[in-house]
């Protein structure tokens, strides 16, 4: 298995390389190879644009059986514990489109796309759930990808009323776009380190997150 693990930030997957870097082989720098098994680190840079640049130049460079994004997110769903894991199924563009007075337009809604335009399903960017390597122990949910994070009630309203999406990120819908037009198997894991609410980072369990999104990633290297 020949791995391409993308994430925004070192911060969120340093535990993970500090693991990696002790107990596999690395050849090349951000690249550990156990056996067969072989890990590509990808560290794109926050937002839709970095990720979509990162993720593409190295599927250029690189051949890979799996793509697999890591990262914190946010969730508009109370009912998702802080520090949770998740794997998100399904991805939208959050703030592509157009504003009309208090109404908010996406390219579907513009006429710019069509809803069943590859790469999208019912303007969404599907994982094809049977291409997934591990086991489904994780709660799946839809996810939102923007520029900006929603932190001003009236954006939260809006964004809520008009996707439901249960998580939010700023990288997860460039994953899905790429890999959907080079037709390589991905998944999205987030640990939710807040809730989408009006800004206050006091209130986020961000080393929580990365406690667990990290020692998922360490379980399920060593099934690899
Ligand atoms: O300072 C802020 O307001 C702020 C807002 C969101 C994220 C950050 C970070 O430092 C982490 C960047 C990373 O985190 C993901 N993330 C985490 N929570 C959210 C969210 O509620 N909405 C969107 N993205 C979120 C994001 O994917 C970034 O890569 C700081």
């Not at 020949?2 to 690395?26: C, D, G, M, Y």
């Not at 090349?28 to 990808?42: K, P, Q, R």
Request: proline share 4%; charged share 20%.
């Amino acid at each position: 298995m020949k791995l391409l693990l993308v994430a925004a930030t070192e911060p969120e997957i340093s535990p993970f390389i500090r693991h990696i870097a002790q107990n596999w082989k690395s050849p090349v720098a951000n690249i550990y190879t156990n056996g067969n098994s072989e890990i590509h680190i990808c560290l794109t840079g926050v937002g839709l644009v970095a990720t979509t640049y990162a993720v593409t130049k190295a599927l250029k460079i690189g051949q890979y059986d799996f793509v697999l994004q890591a990262g914190v997110g946010g969730s508009f769903d109370r009912s998702i514990e802080l520090g949770q894991l998740v794997m998100v199924q399904s991805e939208e563009f959050g703030d592509l489109g157009a504003e009309d007075r208090n109404n908010y337009l996406d390219i579907f809604d513009m006429g710019l796309l069509q809803p069943n335009e590859h790469p999208f399903t019912d303007g969404k960017l599907d994982t094809p759930l049977h291409e997934i390597p591990f086991p489904f122990k994780l709660l799946t949910v839809s996810g939102l990808s923007i520029n900006t994070v929603s932190g001003r009630e009236s954006t939260i309203a809006l964004r809520n009323q008009r996707f439901g999406a249960q998580v939010e990120s700023m990288e997860g819908a460039a994953l899905h776009y790429v890999c959907l037009q080079e037709n390589i198997p991905f998944a999205q894991i987030r640990a939710i380190s807040n809730y989408v609410e009006p800004r206050d980072k006091s209130k986020w369990k961000m080393k929580e997150a990365i406690i667990a999104l990290n020692k998922w990633l360490i379980d399920f290297s060593s099934t690899l």
